[in-house]
């Protein structure tokens, strides 16, 4: 089944700790990205790439970190989150100029 | 930049009546428009998507968009509406076709079903 799947869908940490969502697809998209949903303020993107290697930020990117290794994983780090990040993520991947496909959404905490 | 209005963040309407859900973009440029539901503790799905050509598009659950142009509307429509659609709905733009790279989403709209 064709499908992007993040890890953890939930997540409480404390300031300061470290941590990483991950992000695979298994549809060999070249495009994948990171956003975070707050209410109120819908989807902003944090950081996006067009391929292995290749990473731009979005609209939101400070206090994160992202890399692309391989072509199917996109994983997302908090180097010392902030209550601020508390927030829900979604991961997406898509081929250029066609729909993208989101995965179930990770829900942090940071306390 | 591109930006996406959507004009209610909550619209209540009764079960079986039809709905309108409003979104305006801004750009000058070619875009690519679309509509995402979320329904509770899910992920995003796609409604439906405006590429090229008909300005009415039809998409999923039976609901449909309309492209203006003129007025860079890309407002939802259904005609009748059933309790199951109660969800949280998002328009987007693109100017590269929808793809993970370059989507740009409005605030969002809760459609509350009362029954």
């Known amino acids: 089944e064709a499908q992007v799947t993040q890890n953890p869908r939930y997540l409480i940490t404390v300031t300061g700790k470290k941590l990483t969502v991950t992000c695979s697809q298994n549809?060999?998209?070249?495009?994948m990205s990171w956003y975070r949903q707050d209410p109120g303020l819908g989807l902003r993107q944090i950081y996006y790439?067009?391929?292995?290697?290749?990473?731009d930020k979005g609209d939101v990117p400070e206090g994160y970190k992202v890399s692309r290794k391989e072509k199917r994983n996109f994983p997302l780090i908090l180097e010392s989150p902030s209550p601020n990040q508390t927030s829900l993520y979604f991961c997406?991947?898509?081929?250029?100029?066609?729909?993208?496909?989101f995965g179930q959404g990770t829900r942090l905490t940071v306390v | 930049a591109q930006s996406v209005t959507q004009l209610d963040s909550q619209v209540p309407v009764f079960e079986e009546a039809p709905v309108e859900l409003r979104c305006n973009y801004s750009?000058?440029?070619?875009?690519?428009l679309f509509w995402y539901v979320q329904y509770p503790n899910q992920g995003l799905q796609l409604l439906l998507k405006?590429?090229?050509?008909?300005?009415l598009v039809k998409g999923i659950n039976g609901f449909e968009a309309e492209f203006n142009k003129s007025q860079t509307s890309f407002h939802l429509r259904k005609p009748s509406v059933h309790i199951s659609d109660t969800a949280e709905y998002f328009c987007?733009?693109?100017?590269?076709?929808?793809?993970?790279?370059?989507?740009?989403f409005g605030k969002g709209t809760h459609l509350i079903i009362q029954p």
């Open positions: 997406a991947s898509s081929l250029w100029g066609s729909e993208a496909f």
């Open positions: 549809m060999n998209h070249e495009y």
């Open positions: 790439s067009m391929n292995v290697e290749v990473t």
């Open positions: 750009s000058s440029v070619s875009v690519y």
């Open positions: 405006y590429l090229s050509g008909s300005t």
């Open positions: 987007a733009v693109s100017d590269s076709g929808g793809g993970a790279d370059g989507l740009t």
